[in-house]
């Protein structure tokens, strides 16, 4: 997975209360999990291993032998099966569209990479290069079956980078809840995942106190492009603009937006939709 993650999160730490730490780092972006009651690790890391397996074997869209990369690459507009979790995500992401009145779109991987690709080179899109991706780009395209996702448009890529960390951090606390723990915090790259609580995070200068809540961070920080325009440096974005389809530009670099949501794929999609709006 090739996307930044933007640490404006901070957990404290409670004196007085036992805690049990698991961490490592999947993806090239680092995950804890703390817990405030009697753990069996072995089994945690287990747990922990095998969904971070699932998800990037089926969902990490930069893991070309992926189930969503193969989806990427197939140009059929006819449904195309998918795995359990797939559809699981695409119709939680569904939701997330929803919630956000399309600001946050996945179905913008095609030109939220021809972007990237431009901008690390120094250039923008033009107007007709833009253009050219409205036919392949649009939630309304994508249609989910029971066991399959159809693309209405050969050329459609589905892009989950923007609610990934959060779907790993409901994911493995809705397992962790199942097997029996109730006082845990799980986080992946900044977006972190309350249940039971309290626990106190530090967001930018001011202490939250979270119970059974999420938050999540997003801004352009790590992801600025300067490029020379009519003799004035403009700072383009990854953010790219679901209604537009321009990159976002920023005069700050350091802004930022966090949401508290009881979901972390929700709170996700709903701090890149603040940003965008």
């Given at each position: 997975?090739?996307?930044?993650?933007?640490?404006?999160?901070?957990?404290?730490?409670?004196?007085?209360?036992?805690?049990?730490?698991?961490?490592?780092?999947r993806?090239?972006?680092?995950y804890?999990?703390?817990?405030?009651?009697?753990?069996?690790?072995?089994?945690?890391?287990?747990?922990?291993?095998t969904?971070?397996?699932?998800?990037?074997?089926?969902?990490?869209?930069?893991?070309?032998?992926?189930?969503?990369?193969k989806?990427?690459?197939?140009?059929?507009?006819k449904?195309?099966?998918?795995?359990?979790?797939?559809?699981?995500?695409?119709?939680?992401?569904?939701?997330?569209y929803?919630?956000?009145?399309?600001?946050?779109?996945?179905?913008?991987?095609?030109?939220?990479?021809?972007?990237?690709?431009?901008?690390?080179?120094?250039?923008?899109?033009?107007?007709?290069?833009?253009n050219?991706?409205?036919?392949?780009?649009?939630w309304?395209?994508?249609?989910?079956?029971?066991?399959?996702?159809?693309?209405?448009?050969?050329?459609?890529?589905?892009?989950?980078?923007?609610?990934?960390?959060?779907?790993?951090?409901?994911?493995?606390?809705e397992?962790?809840?199942?097997?029996?723990?109730?006082?845990?915090?799980v986080e992946?790259?900044?977006?972190?995942?309350?249940?039971?609580?309290?626990?106190?995070i530090?967001?930018?200068k001011?202490?939250?106190?979270?119970t059974?809540?999420?938050?999540?961070?997003?801004?352009?920080?790590?992801?600025?492009y300067?490029?020379?325009?009519?003799?004035?440096?403009?700072f383009?974005?990854h953010?790219?603009?679901?209604?537009?389809?321009?990159?976002?530009?920023?005069?700050?670099?350091?802004?930022?937006?966090?949401?508290?949501?009881?979901?972390a794929?929700?709170?996700?999609?709903?701090?890149?939709?603040?940003?965008?709006?």
């Amino acid at each position: 997975m090739k996307y930044c993650a933007i640490f404006l999160l901070t957990i404290l730490f409670s004196c007085g209360k036992s805690e049990t730490r698991i961490e490592g780092e999947r993806m090239g972006m680092a995950y804890k999990v703390i817990f405030r009651e009697k753990v069996s690790k072995a089994s945690v890391e287990k747990l922990i291993d095998t969904i971070f397996y699932e998800i990037d074997t089926k969902l990490n869209r930069w893991n070309k032998d992926s189930e969503l990369a193969k989806w990427n690459s197939n140009t059929s507009i006819k449904p195309i099966p998918a795995s359990f979790l797939f559809v699981d995500l695409a119709r939680r992401a569904n939701l997330a569209y929803q919630l956000t009145h399309g600001l946050y779109d996945p179905s913008l991987g095609s030109v939220i990479h021809a972007w990237k690709m431009s901008l690390r080179l120094g250039s923008i899109l033009t107007p007709a290069e833009v253009n050219s991706y409205k036919k392949c780009s649009g939630w309304k395209k994508v249609i989910i079956h029971e066991e399959a996702i159809e693309k209405l448009h050969p050329n459609l890529e589905l892009d989950f980078d923007g609610i990934l960390k959060g779907y790993f951090c409901d994911l493995l606390s809705e397992e962790l809840k199942k097997t029996g723990y109730n006082n845990f915090l799980v986080e992946w790259a900044g977006e972190i995942k309350v249940t039971g609580g309290p626990f106190n995070i530090l967001a930018g200068k001011e202490i939250l106190s979270l119970t059974n809540q999420s938050i999540a961070t997003s801004g352009p920080t790590y992801q600025l492009y300067p490029i020379l325009k009519d003799g004035k440096t403009i700072f383009y974005s990854h953010f790219v603009n679901p209604k537009t389809l321009q990159a976002l530009t920023f005069e700050d670099p350091t802004l930022s937006k966090s949401i508290v949501h009881p979901s972390a794929l929700y709170a996700d999609a709903l701090a890149t939709a603040a940003v965008i709006k």
